[in-house]
């Protein structure tokens, strides 16, 4: 399915989560005074464009185990039962519930969901915005993409994520409040195989 530029967003039909030319961020404080950032680095997602736009449907699916904030003894601790757990928890997922337009900025919406984390399911609410579309770089006549910007704020504790444990110093070794930024590519040809070809999943 080869698309043609619309105004204000992708056209009805189906369009996938390019995890390649996608940013999945969170930012945490880390050692009470500290910030860290991490991405998750594989992922999934399908987007169900309606004909009426609030009738879409979003879900993502993030492999947990990729979290990777840079350094390799912090994520293997991440991944731990201290925290993210993925040996029994090994997906994050979204799954709206609703959109709705709305925001400051131009073609802004709300995009109401569950989001799951830890074996628990909490209603979340995305601020976003369709920032623009280009066609692919490689293949320029098979696939067609849109850029989407998304922000949210999630608790910890909401979802049963562990803290570390208190510091000497006070407070927590990872604050309870964590900021997601996602800036995100849909395009409307299923990255699957490309991706298994060159081992981004199997």
């Given at each position: 399915?080869?698309?043609?530029?619309?105004?204000?967003?992708?056209?009805?039909?189906?369009?996938?989560?390019?995890?390649?030319?996608?940013?999945?961020?969170?930012?945490?404080?880390?050692?009470?005074?500290?910030?860290?950032?991490?991405?998750?680095?594989?992922?999934?997602?399908?987007?169900?464009?309606?004909?009426?736009?609030?009738?879409?449907?979003?879900?993502?699916?993030?492999?947990?185990?990729?979290?990777?904030?840079?350094?390799?003894?912090?994520?293997?601790?991440?991944?731990?039962?201290?925290?993210?757990?993925?040996?029994?928890?090994?997906?994050?997922?979204?799954?709206?519930?609703?959109?709705?337009?709305?925001?400051?900025?131009?073609?802004?919406?709300?995009?109401?969901?569950?989001?799951?984390?830890?074996?628990?399911?909490?209603?979340?609410?995305?601020?976003?915005?369709?920032?623009?579309?280009?066609?692919?770089?490689?293949?320029?006549?098979?696939?067609?993409?849109?850029?989407?910007?998304?922000?949210?704020?999630?608790?910890?504790?909401?979802?049963?994520?562990?803290?570390?444990?208190?510091?000497p110093w006070g407070g927590r070794m990872v604050?309870?409040?964590?900021?997601?930024?996602?800036?995100?590519?849909?395009?409307?040809?299923?990255?699957?195989?490309?991706?298994?070809?060159?081992?981004?999943?199997?």
């Amino acid at each position: 399915m080869t698309s043609t530029p619309t105004e204000g967003g992708p056209g009805p039909g189906t369009w996938y989560l390019d995890p390649l030319h996608s940013s999945l961020i969170f930012v945490a404080r880390y050692l009470r005074f500290g910030r860290v950032e991490g991405t998750f680095g594989r992922g999934r997602g399908r987007v169900l464009v309606a004909e009426d736009p609030a009738e879409s449907r979003v879900e993502v699916v993030l492999d947990a185990a990729s979290v990777n904030t840079g350094v390799e003894a912090r994520d293997a601790h991440l991944r731990s039962a201290d925290f993210l757990d993925v040996d029994h928890h090994p997906e994050i997922r979204f799954v709206s519930t609703g959109v709705e337009p709305g925001g400051r900025a131009r073609n802004a919406f709300r995009l109401h969901g569950d989001l799951a984390i830890h074996g628990t399911t909490v209603p979340t609410v995305l601020d976003a915005q369709w920032v623009g579309e280009a066609p692919d770089y490689v293949s320029p006549e098979d696939t067609y993409g849109h850029f989407f910007s998304a922000t949210t704020r999630v608790s910890l504790a909401d979802f049963g994520v562990g803290d570390g444990g208190a510091l000497p110093w006070g407070g927590r070794m990872v604050g309870d409040t964590v900021d997601i930024v996602l800036e995100v590519r849909l395009q409307d040809q299923d990255p699957t195989p490309f991706l298994r070809q060159i081992g981004h999943m199997s």
